[in-house]
């Protein structure tokens, strides 16, 4: 092999390297970010933008460098791959010390968080971006066919990319954890630092300063692994924390939080109470509806599994529950008191469970969320109808909706969607008046008939009564709101319930 060779085969590697980590960082800052604003599109549209504005300005600059003579375009190079590790391993750091100030800083959801996706992800970003226009410069200096090895280094960074994006979702995060992840990248940009150094030949100066880099490099990577965690556990779906509302004994009572979104409370002492709004509808709608306690039923979502751990509770034997993230189920059974033998658990999205399934349920409960909305495939008339064909004769379904009082977009497109399938749609919620701004739960009743009462009275855990919306209000609504039917191919519930997540 030519020297001319070998150098086109380093520049290469080196290329596929810092181009998957760099897209290893963006998978990974998702998931990071998910904890303080959600996972959303919102999330997703402002991590990619914020990362390909990063990338952007760094080839800006990376092609500035490559101008220089060899030697002189390396040795930037590699100090700029020292400042990408420095940056990448104090992520974490920049996070924890601005989400909070951040999110109060900004009314806007969305600005908060385009702000914290720049504050931690944009200097990685941007440092990873330098070194691609410099090594394919390096690479076709001289080399007789230079326009290949043009079309060689970018197909190479697109390898890397897509070699990145699957490590990172296959195995880097489920395996080794974000912050595991952040400083193997880290490292990776490190080793691309001195082996830049190495091809510009060291000086003294380089190499004195390199160690002093790689000293502060594994400080702040320290402090950042040092601090305490974020998540109790890091699951391939969610940052999942138990919180402990009630430490008393044999009266406990725990807030599951998925992302930073809570998701349900339980208490040991009584498993039959709900402690939530939207878990007292849930649990007491459908007993309503079905009037004996022999009822069979599927819960798409079980979180905390509140209401299936209630029921198995009044001695009901026949509950499913679809749950996705077969963590969430451990943290169930490990925090909030949940027998898993009690009910058959299917680890599966629940459209594909439903889809495989040819079993019917006499009560299906739809209470899946993902950040500040149901996902967009399990709120589509497609869906719906699947869910109508999986319910007996006299079945009922009841859907779990958070929406804003100012708005009911949500609302008016989920009934109108709802009504294309089934012949009567309730909307039940609290019987008190709205305030203003107020993120109201309802829960949406689906059946081929009409509730026999117009009250229920239960416990959310002081007494509470739900009542349904009048028809003609709710005819007033969808005449306001002109609402198109949510379908597979269009199905935006994040926009419809507007930019109104909790940041914390």
Same mark, same amino acid.
């Given at each position: 092999?030519?020297?001319?060779?070998?150098?086109?085969?380093?520049?290469?590697?080196?290329?596929?390297?810092?181009?998957?980590?760099?897209?290893?960082?963006?998978?990974?800052?998702?998931?990071?970010?998910?904890?303080?604003?959600?996972?959303?599109?919102?999330?997703?549209?402002?991590?990619?933008?914020?990362?390909?504005?990063?990338?952007?300005?760094?080839?800006?600059?990376?092609?500035?460098?490559?101008?220089?003579?060899?030697?002189?375009?390396?040795?930037?190079?590699?100090?700029?791959?020292?400042?990408?590790?420095?940056?990448?391993?104090?992520?974490?750091?920049?996070?924890?010390?601005?989400?909070?100030?951040?999110?109060?800083?900004?009314?806007?959801?969305?600005?908060?968080?385009?702000?914290?996706?720049?504050?931690?992800?944009?200097?990685?970003?941007?440092?990873?971006?330098?070194?691609?226009?410099?090594?394919?410069?390096?690479?076709?200096?001289?080399?007789?066919?230079?326009? &290949?090895?043009?079309?060689?280094?970018?197909?190479?960074?697109?390898?890397?990319?897509?070699?990145?994006?699957?490590?990172?979702?296959?195995?880097?995060?489920?395996?080794?954890?974000?912050?595991?992840?952040?400083?193997?990248?880290?490292?990776?940009?490190?080793?691309?630092?001195?082996?830049?150094?190495?091809?510009?030949?060291?000086?003294?100066?380089?190499?004195?300063?390199?160690?002093?880099?790689?000293?502060?490099?594994?400080?702040? @990577?320290?402090?950042?692994?040092?601090?305490?965690?974020?998540?109790?556990?890091?699951?391939?779906?969610?940052?999942?924390?138990?919180?402990?509302?009630?430490?008393?004994?044999?009266?406990?009572?725990?807030?599951?939080?998925?992302?930073?979104?809570?998701?349900?409370?339980?208490?040991?002492?009584?498993? &039959?109470?709900?402690?939530?709004?939207?878990?007292?509808?849930?649990?007491?709608?459908?007993?309503?509806?079905?009037?004996?306690?022999?009822?069979?039923?599927?819960?798409? @979502?079980?979180?905390?599994?509140?209401?299936?751990?209630?029921?198995?509770?009044?001695?009901?034997?026949?509950?499913?529950?679809?749950?996705?993230?077969?963590?969430?189920?451990?943290?169930?059974?490990?925090?909030?008191?949940?027998?898993?033998?009690?009910?058959?658990?299917?680890?599966?999205?629940?459209?594909?469970?439903?889809?495989?399934?040819?079993?019917?349920?006499?009560?299906?409960?739809?209470?899946?969320?993902?950040?500040?909305?149901?996902?967009?495939?399990?709120?589509?008339?497609?869906?719906?109808?699947?869910?109508?064909?999986?319910?007996?004769?006299?079945?009922?379904?009841?859907?779990?909706?958070?929406?804003?009082?100012?708005r009911l977009d949500a609302l008016a497109a989920m009934i109108v969607t709802l009504k294309s399938v089934f012949p009567d749609v309730e909307v039940w919620t609290a019987a008190r008046a709205p305030t203003q701004g107020e993120r109201r739960i309802f829960v949406l009743l689906c059946s081929d008939s009409q509730s026999p009462v117009s009250q229920i009275d239960t416990r959310a855990p002081d007494p509470i009564s739900f009542q349904p919306l009048d028809a003609g209000f709710l005819a007033q609504i969808l005449a306001q709101k002109q609402p198109k039917i949510l379908t597979d191919d269009y199905a935006p519930i994040s926009a419809l319930i507007g930019f109104e997540p909790i940041l914390n």
């Amino acid at each position: 092999m030519t020297g001319q060779q070998k150098q086109l085969w380093i520049m290469v590697v080196l290329q596929a390297a810092i181009s998957a980590s760099s897209l290893v960082v963006e998978i990974v800052a998702g998931r990071m970010i998910a904890p303080y604003v959600g996972m959303s599109l919102y999330t997703w549209t402002a991590i990619i933008a914020v990362v390909l504005a990063g990338f952007s300005v760094g080839h800006w600059w990376g092609g500035r460098i490559a101008a220089r003579e060899r030697d002189s375009a390396l040795r930037i190079t590699a100090w700029t791959m020292v400042a990408a590790a420095l940056t990448t391993a104090g992520a974490s750091l920049m996070l924890r010390g601005f989400a909070g100030p951040l999110i109060e800083a900004f009314s806007h959801p969305l600005a908060a968080i385009t702000a914290l996706s720049m504050v931690a992800f944009f200097l990685p970003s941007l440092f990873a971006g330098i070194p691609a226009p410099v090594l394919t410069v390096v690479a076709m200096r001289g080399h007789p066919k230079s326009e &290949q090895v043009l079309g060689v280094m970018f197909a190479t960074g697109a390898i890397g990319a897509i070699l990145g994006t699957l490590l990172a979702g296959f195995f880097f995060v489920p395996r080794l954890g974000s912050m595991t992840t952040l400083m193997v990248i880290a490292a990776i940009y490190g080793l691309a630092a001195a082996v830049c150094f190495a091809l510009a030949r060291l000086n003294a100066r380089d190499i004195g300063l390199g160690l002093a880099a790689c000293l502060v490099i594994g400080g702040v @990577g320290f402090q950042a692994l040092s601090q305490p965690p974020v998540c109790d556990e890091e699951s391939e779906y969610f940052c999942i924390r138990t919180v402990t509302l009630s430490e008393d004994e044999g009266a406990r009572v725990h807030l599951m939080v998925l992302d930073h979104l809570a998701h349900g409370i339980s208490g040991e002492a009584e498993p &039959q109470l709900m402690l939530t709004e939207h878990g007292a509808m849930l649990d007491a709608l459908p007993r309503m509806r079905m009037g004996r306690s022999d009822f069979s039923s599927l819960h798409i @979502g079980g979180g905390s599994y509140t209401v299936p751990r209630a029921w198995a509770a009044r001695g009901m034997d026949e509950i499913t529950v679809v749950e996705i993230d077969p963590a969430v189920t451990q943290a169930a059974a490990d925090d909030f008191w949940l027998d898993p033998n009690q009910m058959t658990v299917l680890h599966q999205d629940a459209r594909i469970a439903l889809r495989n399934s040819t079993m019917q349920y006499d009560v299906i409960i739809g209470d899946a969320f993902n950040d500040i909305a149901v996902p967009p495939h399990l709120i589509t008339q497609e869906f719906f109808y699947l869910v109508q064909s999986r319910l007996t004769e006299g079945g009922v379904f009841a859907m779990n909706l958070i929406d804003n009082v100012d708005r009911l977009d949500a609302l008016a497109a989920m009934i109108v969607t709802l009504k294309s399938v089934f012949p009567d749609v309730e909307v039940w919620t609290a019987a008190r008046a709205p305030t203003q701004g107020e993120r109201r739960i309802f829960v949406l009743l689906c059946s081929d008939s009409q509730s026999p009462v117009s009250q229920i009275d239960t416990r959310a855990p002081d007494p509470i009564s739900f009542q349904p919306l009048d028809a003609g209000f709710l005819a007033q609504i969808l005449a306001q709101k002109q609402p198109k039917i949510l379908t597979d191919d269009y199905a935006p519930i994040s926009a419809l319930i507007g930019f109104e997540p909790i940041l914390n």
